[in-house]
C-alpha cells in the first residue's frame, strides 16, 4: 500500500515541478524583474542595516544604498560608451591586423598559404566536377543566356529624427526593465521586515519556527555570497585595470571594470572580460608584447584570485557543489537568457536552501548540496562492495586526517563489516562480492600501522600510553563465528599492542576445539570473545560457556561490537555467569583488557623472582 502512495506522490512532485519550470518560462517578463530585484535587496541588505544602525531612518537608507547602486551602474554605461570611441579608431587598426595575419603566410607559402591554396583547389575542383556533370544532363535543353541587368538599392541617409527614434527604440525596454527592479528593489527594502511576516503567514503560522530559518538561512547565504563576490571581483578588476594601463592597451579603466562586472557570471565571466582587452592588444600593437602581456596579466590575476582570494574570503560556503554551480548556471540560461546565466548561482542557494528545510524537495538539498550525503561508514562500504580497495582506501585516509586510527576502527570499518553481515543474512550479498569485502578489509587493517606510526605517536589521548608489547602473548582474541568476527578481533590486537600488551587473534575458518586447544596451550588469563551482529552473539554464548567449563581460571571478557548496545538485553542472553566483563566497543575493550594483562605480566615477571631467592643458599653474616 505504501508504494502506490510513494509513486503517486513522486509523480505528484514531478508534474508540480513541471508546472512550476513552465510558469517560469512563459512569465519570464515578470520573473526577470522580480529575482533582480530580490537580488539586489539582499546585496543591498548590509548597508542598509549598517546605515541604520548608525542612527539614519529607514527610508533615507533605502535611497542612499539604492542610489550608490544606480550611480555605479550609470558609471559602468558611461565606460561602457566608450566601446564606440574604439569602434571609429578601428581603421587605424587594420594595417596591424592584416600584418600579423600576413606574418603566418611565409615567402614560400606557409601553413596558411598552403591550407588556402589546397581548399581552394579542392573547391575549384568540386564546382568544375558538379558543372561538368550538370552540362551533361542539361546539355541538350540549354539555351543561351542572356546577362543580367545589375539592379543597385540606395537607402536614404538616416536623419537625425531617426537615429534618434532608433535608440530609444532599442534602449526602451532596458530601461523600462530598469525601472521596474529600482522601484522593487526600493519598496523590498523599506518594508522588508513587514513582506517577511507576510511570507511566513503565507506559508503557514504553524511553522513558524521552520520558515524563520529557512529564509533566515537564505538570505544570509545569499547575502554573504554577493558580498563576498563583489570584493573578490574589485580585487581582481583593479589589478587587470593597472596592469593594462601598464601594457598601454587603451581604455584601461573600462577593461577593468568590466572584467570586475563580467566575473559575477559563472565560469564564462572570466573568459568574457578577457576576450576584448586581448583583441584589442592584437590589434593596436604592430608587435606580439602587448598581446602576450595582457593574456599573461588576466591568466595571473585569475590564479591568484582562484586559488588564494577565494579561499580567504569563501571560508563560509554557499552550501552548492561545484557541479551544481554548472548546471544551474546551464537551467537558468536556457530559462531566462543572459539574465538567468547571471542570477543562476543565488537561485541556486534558495533551492538547495528550500530542499533543506522542505521534506518533499528534500531531493534539491541531496543533488546540488555540498555536503556529504552518506556516511563515512557507508561510503566505505560501497567502495568494498564496488570491489575498488583504492577508494576504499581513500575514505578511510580522509578520515584519518581528523580522527585517530581507534575511531576509524569504531565508527567505519566495524560498522562496515556489521553491514555486510546483514547484508549476508538477507542474501542481498554473495560470496565472492563477501570474500572480497572482508580481504580488503584485513589488508587495510594490516596497513594501517605501517602508515599511521608518525599519526599515532602524536595523538594526546595516545603519546603517554604507548609502549613496546612483550614477545610473550598476554591476550587471545577468539572469533565468535566468521571472518567479521576476527577482523574485529585483529583491531582490538592491534590497539592492545599499542598500549604495551602482546595479543593475538584465532582465524575463524578453526573449528571450536582448535581454538579451545590453542588457549589452553598459550596459558594466557585473559580471552576476549570477538563477537559482531547479526548472528554472533548465539555463538559467543556457547564459546562462553566451552571456556568457562575448561579453563575456569581464565578471564573472560565479551566484545559484542554495536553502536548503540543494549547492555540488559545482551546480559540477559549471555547468562550472568558466562563472562566477566561484557563490552560493545574497541575503546572500552582496552581499558579493561590491559590492566588485567599488566598484572599478569607482573605475575609472570615476578614469580621467578621469588623462585630464585628461596633457591639462594642461606649465609651468616658476622658482626
Known sequence: ???????????????????????????????????????????LAPLVLRLRHWGFGRTFSVIVAVSAAVSLVALLGWLAAQVYDLASKSPQYQSNMQKKVQSFSLPGGGILGKSKRVLRELGQDLGSAGK???????????????????????????????????????????LMMAGIVIVFVVFMLINRENLRDRLIRLIGAGQLNLTTQALDDAAQRVSRFLLMQLIVNVSYGVPIGIGLSLVGVPNPLLWGLMAAVLRFIPYLGPWLAAAMPAA??????????????????FVGVELLTYNVLEPCLYSSRTGISAIAVLVGAVFWTWLWGPVGLLLATPLTVCLVVLGRYVPQLEFLSVL??????????????????????????DVADEFLAEHSTRALYEQVV???????????????????????????????IQE???RQNAQTAEEPDHAETIRTPNTEVGVICVPAADEADELAGLMLCQLLEQRGVAAKTLPASALMSERLEVV???????????????????????????????????????????INPDRSRIQKRIGPAAADVIVTNLCEAVEHIAPLASQQEALSSAEPSVQAEEERPFTHSHV
Not at 369 to 381: C, H, I, K, N
Request: aromatic share 6%; charged share 20%.
Open 1 to 43: 500500500m505504501a508504494a502506490p502512495q510513494q509513486s503517486s506522490s513522486r509523480a505528484t512532485g514531478l508534474i508540480g515541478a513541471a508546472l512550476v519550470v513552465a510558469a517560469l518560462y512563459f512569465a519570464r517578463e515578470v520573473c526577470i524583474p522580480l529575482a533582480l530585484a530580490f537580488l539586489l535587496s539582499f546585496l
Open 132 to 174: 561538368t556533370s550538370e552540362s551533361e544532363q542539361v546539355a541538350p535543353v540549354l539555351k543561351p543566356e542572356s546577362k543580367p541587368i545589375p539592379v543597385e538599392i540606395h537607402q536614404p541617409e538616416p536623419t537625425a529624427l531617426h537615429v534618434l527614434r532608433n535608440l530609444l527604440a532599442s534602449l526602451a525596454t532596458p
Open 280 to 297: 584589442l592588444a592584437f590589434a593596436v600593437d604592430p608587435g606580439w608584447a602587448k598581446l602576450l602581456a595582457t593574456l599573461g596579466i
Open 368 to 393: 546540488m548540496g555540498d555536503e556529504p550525503v552518506l556516511t563515512p561508514e557507508a561510503r566505505f562500504y560501497q567502495r568494498l562492495l564496488a570491489m575498488n580497495y583504492e577508494e576504499a582506501s
Open 414 to 444: 566495524i560498522p562496515a563489516l556489521a553491514l555486510a553481515k546483514h547484508d549476508r543474512h538477507r542474501g542481498v550479498l554473495d560470496h565472492a562480492r563477501e570474500k572480497s569485502i572482508y580481504e580488503s578489509a584485513r589488508e587495510l
Open 448 to 450: 594501517l600501522p605501517e
Open 520 to 562: 589452553a596451550e598459550e596459558k594466557v588469563t585473559v580471552v576476549c570473545i570477538s563477537a559482531l551482529p547479526p548472528g554472533a552473539v548465539s555463538a559467543a554464548k556457547y564459546l562462553c560457556k566451552r571456556l568457562r567449563a575448561q579453563l575456569p581460571e581464565v578471564k573472560i571478557v565479551l566484545g559484542v561490537w554495536q
